[in-house]
């Protein structure tokens, strides 16, 4: 059986995504559009995503196609391709949903509605630090996700997530955490993520170990 590959830039485009480093300079993809965003350092935007109005911590990477409006994204998130951050609502109390009532200038009626726009940016979505939203979820304007939660394929998050824990489907609900009280309480307090880069480096190796981790670094 003979392979033939459609795409002959496909290898050096692996070779490029495998062997890229990133560094204090945000690593963006082709076909990516951020505006009036700040993007942290050690980060990566996958392909064809967009930012807006928002901020992206330090060690966070979106995978491609990601969106992601009026929010604020915590250091070392993990998220997946085709996720939505703050979509955008339509006006269902008015005589029709449809957009032309607030994009006006679109269709030769008027100045665009700002008041309307307004309210999506007064309910940010605030993201916390070491949270890993999987590919194909949702998050409605306005909800907070706590530090170290995960977010499940698919799901569609329209409530506030507690730190620490697994969420999956639609609405999202969730299932576990992912360790028990004491060992969350103790995470939170040492808020490793706030660490700078020599002490990150310094202490690599202990963030393969629970039981080290803690020992090393719990205070008492």
Same mark, same amino acid.
């Given at each position: ?63 491609? =196609? ?5 929010? =604020? ?38 100045? =665009? ?45 329209? *409530? ?33 993520? =706030? ?20 020992? *090393?670094?719990?205070?008492?």
């Amino acid at each position: 059986m003979q392979y033939i590959n459609l795409y002959p830039d496909t290898d050096q485009l692996i070779a490029k995504h495998r062997n890229k480093k990133l560094g204090e300079s945000p690593y963006i993809h082709d076909d990516v559009i951020i505006r009036d965003s700040h993007i942290g350092a050690w980060t990566e935007v996958g392909r064809n995503s967009h930012i807006v109005e928002s901020t992206f911590g330090d060690y966070s990477y979106a995978a491609g =196609d990601v969106s992601i409006v009026y929010a =604020d994204i915590g250091k070392y998130c993990s998220i997946a391709s085709h996720v939505r951050i703050n979509p955008g609502n339509h006006p269902m109390w008015r005589v029709t949903q449809h957009h032309m009532t607030y994009r006006r200038k679109m269709y030769n009626m008027g100045e =665009d509605d700002t008041e309307f726009f307004q309210w999506r940016r007064d309910h940010r979505v605030t993201i916390g630090h070491d949270v890993w939203i999987g590919h194909g979820a949702v998050i409605m304007p306005g909800i907070t996700i706590g530090h170290g939660a995960v977010i499940g394929s698919g799901a569609v998050v329209t *409530k506030d997530i507690e730190p620490y824990t697994i969420n999956v489907g639609v609405a999202a609900q969730p299932i576990k955490k992912r360790f028990d009280d004491a060992v969350i309480e103790k995470l939170l307090k040492i808020q490793w993520w =706030d660490w700078d880069r020599a002490t990150l480096e310094a202490r690599f190796e202990d963030l393969y170990d629970m039981d080290t981790f803690l020992e *090393k670094y719990s205070e008492g």
